[in-house]
C-alpha cells in the first residue's frame, strides 16, 4: 500500500517546503480555501475519518458542534502533547513532513472558521517544536499563512505553544487550562470545548496524525479515504510498535491489518526467537491483551470486541520473559506520577493500586490484595472521575489481573521476595507512602 | 542514528537571581509572546520557559518578577510551576540527564544505564554532581519508544543507548 501520512519518508528535505510542493502539497488548501466551509466539513465526515489521539470520535462531527452563530472568535489547537507511552507517531509526522500537519491546521481552521490556532507540544519535544516552528516561517513567507491566505480573505496565524512536563495535558481540557497558563487540570463536561473552549470561546482540539489526515482527504477525496481500511475504521493509521520486536519503529498500515501481520512481518519478530506473551495494542491505557488475541485485526472495532482499545495505536509488544506483575507495577508507577491530583479516587487510587502492587512483588502480599485491586479499579473509573485518566490506570489493572492473575496468585502464595535481578527494579522517586507488611 | 551535540545549559548562582529585572532583549521577547494570546496569563508557560533558559532555574525572585509582569500573585505562579516535571525550583547541574524509565524503555533495557551511571557519577535520581556537571533525573514516557532506550540530555534525545555509547557522550560534555 502506498503511504499517504509518511510519503516523504526517506525523502532528502523531507521537512522543507520545496520537497512539500514538489509532493504536491499545498494543492488540498488551494482547493478547500475555493470551497464553501460547510462542504469541508461534510467531506471529512462523508471521510469517515475518526480522531487518532485515542477516542477515535469522528473527526467532521467534532467540528459540526462548534456553533455557528457564536459571536466570539473561534480556536483550532493541534494537540501534539504526545505522551501516552508507547506511542510516538506523532513524533514520525514532525520528523517526516511538518508541512503536512500545517496544510491540514489551515484547512481546518478554515472549515470552522478559527483566525488563530495553537500547536500545544510537550515541552520535551524542543527540537520538534523548532522544526514545526521553521515550517510555519516557510508557510508565512508562501503566504499560505497570515492575512488573506492565496487571496482569499481567510486570515490564520498558528502559534506555538510548549508544554512543561505534564502527561495529563493531552487530554484536551487538560491542554485548554495548561494554554490560559493554569495548572493542567482537567475540566468538566459539558460544557464541551467546541462551545466553550480556550478563553471562553469555541474550540476544536485535534490530534496531529488527524490533522494531518485532511490534506490528503481534501485532495484525493472523501471516498477515497473512505475506501481504505474498514467500513468504520477508514483510512491508514500509523502504529508505534515497541519493545520486544526486531525493527520497532512508526508503521503506517490501513486500519484492519492484524497484529500477527504488524508483529511478525512488518516488525520482524520477536528477538532471540522468544515467544510472544502480551501485547497492549493502543497506549498504555489499553487494556493489555494476551497472546491468544494476536489475530485481532487492529481496527477500532475488533480491538475493542477483543477486549481492548486501538487508542493511540501505541502497541508495546511483550515476550515470554517478562513478569507481568513488575510490567503493571511499572505502567502504575506512570500513572501515580501523572495523576493531576483533581479527583480523589484517582489520586488516590493509583497510589494505592502501586502500594499492592509492589508488596506483592516483594513477596508481602496479602490474600486479598486482588479483591483490593479489582475493587480500586472499579471505583476510580467509569466516570467517578473528571477525565479518563482513572479509567486509563484501572484498565491495566483489570486486564492484568483478568489474562495474568495466576502470576499475582503465584507470587502472593509463595510468601516471600523474588530472587533479586529476575527483573530490573528501578527505585521510583515516589513518597507514595510506603509498602507496609 | 547520530547523535547531537548538546550545549550546556546556563546555571545561575542563587545570589545572582534574588532579584532579577528583563533586559531590553527580554522584555522584546514578552511582548512577542504576549501578542499570541487574547490574555496575560496565557503567556505564563513562555515566559516561564524564556527565564529557565535564560537563568537554568525559577528562583522566587523570577517568580516574583513573573508574578508582576503578568499581573499574576507569586503563589498562583508557584502552583503552575510545581505541577509541571520540567520547570526547576532549584540550581541544577549544567546537564539534566533524563532517563525515561517508563515500559517500552525498561524493556529495551534501560536499567544497566541507571546502574552505570549511579556508579559512574556518585549520584542518585534527583541529585547533582558536587563539580555541578550532571543532574540526574527519571523521567516518564519520552515519546521516543521505538528508540528506546532513550536519555534526554538538555534538549536533545540521545537514542538506542547502550552502556559505551553512554560513556562516550558523557566524555563530550563538560
Not at chain 1, 475493587?375 to 489474562?403: K, V, W
Not at chain 2, 520547570?87 to 524493556?107: A, D, K, N
Request: glycine share 10%; with cysteine; net charge negative.
Amino acid at each position: 500500500m502506498e503511504p499517504i501520512l509518511l510519503r516523504a519518508k526517506g525523502q532528502k528535505d523531507s521537512r522543507s517546503i520545496t520537497t512539500y510542493l514538489a509532493n504536491g502539497g499545498y494543492t488540498a488548501l488551494k482547493k478547500a480555501l475555493a470551497m464553501p466551509a460547510e462542504q469541508v466539513i461534510k467531506d471529512v465526515k462523508d471521510s469517515g475519518l475518526r480522531g487518532r489521539g485515542g477516542a477515535g470520535f469522528p473527526t467532521g462531527v467534532k467540528w459540526g458542534f462548534v456553533p455557528k452563530d457564536n459571536p466570539n472568535p473561534k480556536y483550532l489547537i493541534c494537540n501534539a502533547d504526545e505522551s501516552e507511552p508507547g506511542t510516538f507517531k506523532d513524533r514520525e509526522i514532525i520528523h517526516v513532513d511538518p508541512h503536512l500537519l500545517i496544510e491540514g491546521m489551515i484547512i481546518s481552521s478554515y472549515a470552522i472558521g478559527a483566525n488563530v490556532a495553537y500547536i500545544y507540544i510537550r515541552g520535551e519535544f524542543w527540537r520538534e517544536a523548532q522544526m514545526l516552528q521553521q515550517a510555519i516561517d516557510e508557510a508565512y513567507r508562501k503566504k499560505y499563512l497570515g492575512p488573506n491566505i492565496l487571496k482569499s480573505g481567510f486570515d490564520l496565524d498558528i502559534y506555538i505553544h510548549r508544554g512543561a512536563g505534564a502527561y495529563i495535558c493531552g487530554e484536551e481540557t487538560a491542554l485548554i487550562e495548561s494554554l490560559e497558563g493554569k495548572r493542567g487540570q482537567p475540566r468538566l463536561k459539558p460544557p464541551f470545548p467546541a462551545v466553550v473552549g480556550v478563553f471562553g470561546c469555541p474550540t476544536v482540539v485535534n490530534n496531529v496524525e488527524t490533522l494531518a489526515c485532511v490534506p490528503p482527504i481534501i485532495d484525493r477525496g472523501a471516498a477515497w479515504f473512505a475506501g481504505i481500511g474498514t467500513e468504520r475504521s477508514t483510512g491508514t493509521k500509523l502504529f508505534s510498535v515497541s519493545g520486544h520486536v526486531n525493527t520497532p519503529g512508526v508503521y503506517e498500515i490501513p486500519l484492519g491489518t492484524t497484529f500477527r501481520e504488524i508483529i511478525y512481518e512488518l516488525c520482524g519478530g520477536i528477538p532471540g526467537g522468544r515467544q510472544l506473551k502480551a501485547f497492549i495494542p493502543g497506549g498504555s491505557s489499553a487494556p493489555v491483551l494476551p497472546a491468544s488475541k494476536v489475530d485481532t485485526p487492529a481496527d477500532f472495532e475488533s480491538v475493542a470486541e477483543a477486549g481492548s482499545m486501538l487508542g493511540s495505536g501505541g502497541l508495546i509488544v511483550m515476550d515470554d520473559t517478562v513478569d507481568m506483575v513488575w510490567a503493571l507495577e511499572n505502567l502504575l508507577v506512570f500513572y501515580s506520577h501523572e495523576s493531576c491530583g483533581q479527583c480523589t479516587p484517582c489520586r488516590e487510587g493509583s497510589d494505592w493500586a502501586l502500594d499492592v502492587v509492589r508488596r506483592i512483588r516483594r513477596g508481602y502480599g496479602r490474600p486479598e490484595d486482588l479483591e483490593t485491586l479489582q475493587r480500586i479499579a472499579r471505583y476510580a473509573s467509569q466516570g467517578m472521575t473528571i477525565c479518563p485518566l482513572g479509567d486509563a490506570f484501572c484498565e491495566p489493572i483489570r486486564s492484568f489481573l483478568n489474562h495474568f492473575g495466576h502470576e499475582f496468585e503465584a507470587l502472593i502464595a509463595e510468601g516471600k521476595p523474588l530472587p533479586p535481578k529476575k527483573q530490573p527494579v528501578l527505585p521510583v522517586r515516589s513518597g507514595h507512602g510506603t509498602f507496609g507488611v | 542514528m547520530s547523535q547531537p551535540t548538546t550545549e550546556p545549559r546556563a546555571v545561575a548562582r542563587p545570589e545572582e537571581v534574588e532579584a532579577v529585572t528583563f533586559d531590553d532583549a527580554m522584555e522584546r521577547e514578552i511582548e512577542a509572546i504576549l501578542a499570541r494570546y487574547p490574555t496575560k496569563q496565557a503567556a505564563l508557560l513562555p515566559l516561564l520557559w524564556l527565564c529557565q533558559d535564560r537563568w537554568g532555574w525559577l528562583s522566587p525572585g523570577i517568580v516574583t518578577a513573573i508574578g508582576q509582569r503578568l499581573e499574576l500573585s507569586p503563589a498562583f505562579v508557584e502552583g503552575v510551576i510545581t505541577f509541571y516535571t520540567m520547570y526547576h525550583r532549584e540550581p541544577r547541574g549544567r546537564y539534566l540527564l533524563q532517563v525515561c524509565t517508563t515500559l517500552s524503555c525498561q524493556l529495551c533495557g534501560v536499567s544497566p544505564l541507571v546502574e552505570h551511571l549511579r556508579s559512574k557519577l556518585g549520584i542518585d535520581f534527583g541529585e547533582t554532581t558536587d563539580d555541578g556537571r550532571f543532574t540526574l533525573l527519571d523521567v516518564q514516557c519520552l515519546g521516543a519508544c521505538g528508540e528506546g532506550p532513550v536519555i534526554q540530555i538538555n534538549n536533545d534525545y540521545y537514542t538506542d543507548l547502550t552502556v559505551e555509547a553512554l560513556d562516550e557522550i558523557l566524555e563530550r560534555l563538560s
